[in-house]
């Protein structure tokens, strides 16, 4: 059974010629939205469907995908909410200190010895990566993804070392 991994959600369709509006939750957009790459789009209550990407372009927040066989807004309806997927076995090797978002997510995030939550999400809002920490009890903690807050990542032990700024947290808890 093939393992997939989330690269984008199509949250609409863009114009009348078959374009969709992606949020991306991938790294790396140019090589997963290349011409020619293959996707597989997950719908509830559908069956998986390969698709071929014919056309790929930034707009504001979105990455706009056409693809093979899809020419017209009617086409692509269907795939409004649909869930784009990778095979695990397409993944790229990734340079030392480089991760895959499905490595960080689910990680325990500790400071020195004190446990302050697990990464929920990623988000990609600009310059740098932004984890939301969900904390027991309290509301999720925002952590930018730099060198001088994200400290280590032990992927084999689950965890992540970090050094929260003095006013960082004060206001989430």
């Not at 090589?31 to 790929?56: C, M, W």
């Not at 400071?111 to 740098?128: C, D, F, R, T, Y």
């Amino acid at each position: 059974m093939t393992e997939y991994l989330n690269v984008g959600k199509i949250v609409n369709t863009h114009g009348i010629r078959g374009e969709v509006r992606v949020i991306s939750q991938t790294d790396f957009p140019e090589q997963r939205y290349r011409k020619g790459k293959q996707l597989t789009l997950f719908r509830e209550n559908q069956p998986a469907l390969d698709l071929i990407v014919s056309g790929h372009r930034k707009h504001k927040n979105f990455d706009l995908l056409t693809f093979e066989g899809y020419p017209n807004i009617n086409d692509v309806e269907p795939f409004r909410n649909g869930i784009l997927k990778v095979s695990k076995e397409d993944l790229a090797q990734l340079e030392e200190n480089e991760f895959y978002y499905h490595d960080i997510i689910g990680l325990t995030v500790l400071e020195g010895e004190q446990v302050i939550g697990k990464v929920k999400e990623i988000l990609s809002p600009g310059a740098n990566d932004v984890w939301v920490i969900q904390r027991k009890g309290k509301k999720d903690a925002l952590i930018p993804y730099i060198e001088s807050v994200v400290k280590e990542i032990d992927l084999a032990k689950g965890q992540v070392q970090v050094e929260i700024p003095e006013g960082l947290l004060d206001d989430a808890d």
